[in-house]
């Protein structure tokens, strides 16, 4: 994605979405492995969860739909989960860290 302010307002609006358990944004927690947009203004999402089988994905991928489709450039998302490479600790921020008590 080469528009800078469009990068940060995805950027912005994904860390609104939460994960439901922890509280915290799929941002800070490095489950967000990329975003593409077409010129057409089709988002993809690409991203992980923590544990395969998350039961809680559908309430993930709905606040993500909401999150970007307030963006005018944005017409459609689609968000695609993958498990490569899969997800660990490392990838959270260290706020992210510090809130979960990882130090």
Known sequence: ?????????IETALKTVLDPELGISIVDLGLV?????????????TMTLTTMGCPLFGVIE???????MAIPEIEDVKTEITFD????????TEAAKAQLGFE
């Open 1 to 9: 994605m080469k528009d800078q302010k469009l990068q940060t307002k």
């Open 33 to 45: 492995y990329g975003v593409s947009v077409t010129k057409s203004g089709r988002a993809k999402v």
């Open 62 to 68: 709905a606040q993500i739909e909401e999150a970007l």
């Open 85 to 92: 490479p899969p997800w660990d600790p490392s990838k959270m």
